[in-house]
């Protein structure tokens, strides 16, 4: 008879799903119920046809765990087991079941269908009991359903879920069926122990059906990992590789001295017992080139092996370019960092995001085209007298990547976020990448922004790969996250999605990390959507480079296409990017937004957002999107090339309320200068729109002082007041409001928490004139030092604010700010 595969209608199906739990035990799961008690399934192994040795009816929980219910007793158990939801802030969460059979949304606050807390095996679990017929009436046999908290986070079913399904508009959700009530689901074990390179299948062999199903690896092969030294390395003479790849057949590394003649030297590495791959050569490779090939059996989609593919070592120091080759280098003439910097304190930072080739494509400091081409030119600049950066005032940049990423040649702009290679700088920012000299400009660069008192933070992309995907083709299924088919999940938009918590994964994520660090100084790195690695794996990372570091700065962008973790996140020692307060900080210059909204975003975005100010990192624009002045323009198609008297006021309001917001301010590169991409909404390759053209800073010296004299102040004794590093009390902000206008004013230190000092700011975006009532101030105990064009710390010379008879008249579009005497 055929297989059920290939000749049987869906509805005649018998085996759902399989995999693999340890070398000695599997788990099925049937189409539907097994309803008797008497006998067990007719399950064997193939190749062959051997009976299972064992097979046991699996605990209702355990169905619950992998789906989210189970069925008993005309009940119908809903069941969270946290440890399939890393993200989910259990701590203070109140969690609903929305689904088909509750009007979804509209459940969230309804007591009927909270979970409440509960144990099991004495692991905390979520649990809620309903009878079937609330859920599946008669008529019916299936619902859909999701989690929810409180707040409006609805949690991702788990990839691995068994009855994960999507609904017509590609939103995936829990399937109940009256039919899968976890009477379904039994553990098997197999006569012989299992081999990881093994590919049975399991057999369903009753008296007039028989089909079979692949047995996934499961947790045999994502459980996998060694401790074992990765990578190339010289050591007594020899050179030594090694690269995990479990499922592989076969690995050979290819060397040769050169790129033009290159006549590699192949040899066979030796597979070792934890998935390791060796080859000891006898000779000192350093400064050669290499790759390796990797065979294996593609007996699914889960496989991508090809012996003809040149694989770039994925702890290959240096490369080439995007395809390689790699470069040998002996770990003895790398960098050495006589003395680690140390950064701001976190709540004293204010960042630049910048891109290596904007900073320097059209800066005035005279070099080699080379060098203007990366690392060399910005620390060439960074040196001279006429540093942008330097002359701003700000304390830190986060450089968009600079790990080796899928440009196809050194001259192709790119912003990076495609990487192909974790360890190795990015060739096309080194002046001779075939001699890895992007290892020592690097470096240089590093130490060029350390000379200048900034911290160096790195944007870093470890939730996708770019192209080629290198560790495609040593492990699919170990190292991406893929569907039942075996097709690659795109949560990440960008084609492919890493399996961060895979152990080697995260090891490697961790061990890159690591090497930026202790090779090149770095101080800090932020996390290209943060969301897709997942709390745990974030929580390791901190762990382990403040162990290296202790200053680390870590920030997220927690958010994927997937899901949001910024409020996970506020129990760890990461910041976060804040994009509430980037979309509230457009709306509010054009006069929209609440008053409450800006007094949550202004006090740090506290409770829901971030434990401490120094958690949100308040931005109004980065590389994504449009750029500041293009989204907030008067002008046609997004131009801000030219902008208006308007678009420039509304820029300084922007300013002030950045500034004095609680927090860590970061700017996108250009913004003091009202830089322009024309209305352009995504740059990623166009560096003549993204390139910083600093003429504009005479064309608009105003806009840049301004900038410049909020930093200044920022940064200054009086300005700590902007920069708690610790939660403020409740009374150190007292606002300033009337009317239904979004004007508003604020008083800092107002309990004298922090001392005496006080600093008072007003704002008022809107076309009209505004009289703030003040009569719990006296003016005459503060002096203006800024307004909505002019910053002198010394106090404002000229004109002032109209203060008197417990008024504060605001002109339009206008903001200040005043200091106690």
């Known amino acids: 008879m055929l297989l059920a595969s290939v000749c049987m209608g869906e509805e005649l199906k018998k085996l759902l799903d399989a995999s693999w739990l ?50 008993k007793q005309g009940k119908v158990t809903f069941f969270l087991w946290p440890e399939f939801f890393p993200n989910l802030d259990i701590e203070e969460k109140e969690i609903f079941v929305a689904g088909s059979f509750n009007d979804w949304g509209n459940v969230i606050g309804d007591k009927d269908w909270r979970m409440v807390r509960s ?143 290159p006549a590699p030297q192949k040899h066979e590495l030796q597979r070792q017992e934890d998935s390791i791959w060796e080859k000891v050569v006898p000779s000192n490779l350093d400064g050669w080139f290499y790759h390796y090939s990797i065979d294996g059996e593609n007996e699914d989609n889960f496989s991508m092996f090809n012996p003809d593919f040149r694989v770039l070592d994925p702890y290959a120091l240096a490369s080439v370019g995007r395809t390689g080759p790699g470069i040998i280098i002996d770990h003895k003439r790398l960098p050495k960092t006589e003395k680690a910097f140390q950064p701001p304190s976190w709540h004293d930072l204010v960042i630049m995001e910048t891109h290596v080739r904007d900073l320097v494509a059209k800066a005035s400091t005279r070099m080699t085209s080379q060098e203007r081409r990366g690392f060399a030119g910005v620390a060439k600049w960074l040196r001279s007298d006429d540093c942008y950066l330097v002359d701003l005032g700000i304390n830190a940049v986060e450089l968009q990547p600079v790990q080796q990423n899928d440009s196809q040649s050194p001259n192709e702009y790119h912003w990076g976020y495609m990487t192909t290679n974790f360890f190795a700088p990015d060739s096309g920012y080194g002046t001779k990448p075939e001699e890895a000299s992007q290892i020592e400009e690097f470096k240089d660069m590093v130490d060029a922004f350390h000379e200048r008192n900034m911290a160096v933070l790195l944007d870093v992309v470890y939730n996708h790969v770019g192209e080629p995907a290198h560790l495609l083709f040593i492990d699919k299924e170990y190292y991406f996250e893929t569907n039942h088919k075996g097709d690659l999940m795109n949560w990440s938009g960008c084609g492919n999605d890493l399996k961060a918590n895979a152990p080697m994964a995260r090891r490697l994520i961790i061990d890159s990390l690591i090497h930026l660090v202790e090779t090149y100084d770095v101080d800090g790195f932020r996390f290209d959507l943060a969301e897709l690695l997942g709390v745990d794996v974030l929580r390791e990372i901190e762990r ?25 996140l506020r129990h760890t020692g990461w910041a976060s990017w804040n994009d509430g307060y980037r979309d509230f900080a457009a709306q509010y210059v054009r006069g929209h937004g609440t008053r409450d909204t800006f007094k949550y975003f202004l006090s740090g975005s506290p409770h829901y957002f971030a434990m401490f100010p120094a958690q949100t990192v308040n931005y109004t624009a980065s590389h994504d999107d449009r750029c500041w002045l293009d989204r907030i323009t008067e002008n046609r198609d997004h131009n801000g090339s030219w902008p208006t008297i308007n678009d420039r006021r509304r820029t300084h309001i922007m300013a ?15 913004q003091d200068f009202l830089h322009s991409k024309q209305g352009v909404n995504n740059t990623y390759q166009r560096g003549d729109l993204n390139a910083l053209d ?128």
């Open 656 to 670: 002030a309320f950045l500034f004095s917001s609680l927090g860590i301010p970061m700017l996108a590169a250009g």
């Open 694 to 821: 600093y003429q504009r800073i005479p064309q608009f010296p105003g806009t840049h002082q301004y900038f410049k004299g909020w930093i200044h102040f920022r940064l200054s004794e009086r300005g700590r007041l902007f920069r708690l590093d610790d939660r403020q009390t409740d009374h150190y902000l007292n606002f300033f409001e009337s009317g239904d206008t979004s004007s508003i004013g604020v008083l800092f230190n107002a309990d004298h928490s922090q001392g005496d000092d006080e600093i008072f700011a007003a704002f008022n975006p809107h076309h009209y004139a505004y009289e703030m009532p003040l009569d719990d101030l006296n003016p005459r105990d503060f002096m203006q030092i800024a307004d909505h064009e002019r910053f002198e710390e010394k106090g404002i010379s000229g004109p002032c604010f109209s203060w008197d008879n417990g008024k504060l008249r605001l002109p339009p579009m206008s903001c200040g700010l005043w200091i106690s005497k």
């Open 22 to 71: 340890d070398h000695e035990q599997g788990i099925v799961f049937l189409k539907q119920d097994w309803v008797y008690k008497n006998r067990n399934p007719p399950l064997y192994i193939t190749p062959g046809t051997i009976p299972v040795k064992e097979i046991n009816r699996a605990p209702l929980e355990e169905y619950g765990k992998l789906s989210g219910y189970f069925i």
């Open 544 to 568: 382990e480079l403040k162990r290296v570091k202790p200053s680390i700065i870590l920030i997220a962008e927690p958010w994927s296409f997937r899901g949001h973790i910024a409020q996970a």
């Open 119 to 261: 144990k099991f095996e004495g692991q905390l679990c979520f649990k809620l009991e309903v009878p079937t017929s609330k859920v599946c009436p008669k008529k019916h046999n299936r619902a859909e359903f999701k989690f929810v908290t409180a707040d409006n986070e609805w949690q991702p079913v788990p990839l691995d879920s068994p009855n994960r399904g999507a609904d017509e508009n590609g939103s995936h959700n829990f399937i109940l069926s009256n039919k899968q009530t976890g009477k379904h689901v039994f553990y098997f074990k197999p006569e012989q122990r299992h081999a990881i390179l093994g590919h049975e299948k399991l057999l369903w062999k009753g008296q007039s059906i028989t089909e079979s199903i692949n047995i996934a690896y499961g947790h045999l092969l994502a459980d996998l990992q060694s401790d074992g030294a990765l990578g190339s390395f010289i050591q007594d003479g020899m050179t030594i590789f090694r690269i995990f790849a479990p499922r592989a057949t076969a690995v050979h590394v290819s060397f040769f001295q050169s790129l033009t003649n």
